[in-house]
């Protein structure tokens, strides 16, 4: 296992077009996290799974963005009609439940909506 | 070298010097907090973890320093190196949230030849 891997490295596409990205985390890692990040920022949370059960979900999370986890292994993040404000970097990550060291990221995916 | 929280959000040193990249975090109810370093192209990386509990933890080179009082983390590198040149945040948890992070904005660290 090589870390959390995040698929694609690199998204641009149209506005008003949806897109998924997936997340592949560290296989034993239970827990699984969505962060947006924005140029100069640091990470802003979106959600976070525990298994298959999507246990927290920040308000940045609109009703355009669905996060799937669906056997409790990898991960999707779907966004719905695409807006320019959605460009950004998506990073996952991936822990264990009471795990010190806090979480491991992936190298994220690059959203660039035209 | 040293910065003041987050106003400034570039610091420079010259290699073989320390480093201290300061942080004010906002939440008193955060009681874990964590250093990520973010090379360009990549997520960030874990550096080094305290809990409230403490006040000083070190690792291999670095040393993080909490004063719960004034809600002020710094994170201190020594003997600076060209392959410490990245971005440094500094994150606050609570065990209450199932570890979600609030994240610092992050200073550019360089280090100069």
């Known amino acids: 296992d090589t870390g959390v891997s995040q698929d694609p490295r690199h998204k641009i596409t149209k506005r008003g077009q949806n897109v998924t990205f997936r997340c592949d985390p560290i296989s034993e890692h239970n827990r699984l996290y969505w962060y947006r990040q924005t140029l100069g920022q640091g990470p802003e949370f979106l959600t976070y799974?525990?298994?298959?059960?999507?246990?927290?979900k920040s308000r940045l999370l609109s009703d355009r963005f669905s996060a799937e986890r669906p056997k409790g292994s990898f991960s999707t993040l779907e966004i719905q009609r695409t807006e320019q404000g959605d460009s950004a970097m998506y990073l996952c990550?991936?822990?264990?439940?009471?795990?010190?060291?806090?979480?491991?990221f992936g190298s994220g995916t690059r959203l660039t909506v035209v | 070298g040293e910065n003041v929280g987050l106003h400034l959000p570039t610091l420079s040193v010259q290699e073989g010097d320390n480093s201290i990249i300061n942080c004010a975090y906002s939440n008193s109810a955060s009681d874990y907090f964590i250093w990520y370093k973010q090379e360009s192209g990549k997520g960030p990386q874990f550096i080094i973890d305290?809990?409230?509990?403490?006040d000083k933890r070190q690792g291999q080179r670095v040393t993080v320093l909490l004063n719960k009082t004034v809600k002020h983390l710094s994170l201190q590198i020594a003997a600076t190196q060209p392959g410490d040149s990245a971005v440094y945040f500094c994150?606050?948890?609570?065990?209450?949230?199932?570890?979600?992070?609030?994240f610092g904005s992050g200073t550019q660290l360089t280090v100069l030849p």
């Open positions: 990550a991936s822990s264990l439940v009471r795990a010190r060291g806090g979480y491991t």
């Open positions: 305290i809990r409230s509990n403490m």
């Open positions: 994150a606050e948890g609570s065990s209450g949230s199932a570890r979600q992070l609030t």
């Open positions: 799974f525990q298994n298959e059960a999507q246990l927290e």
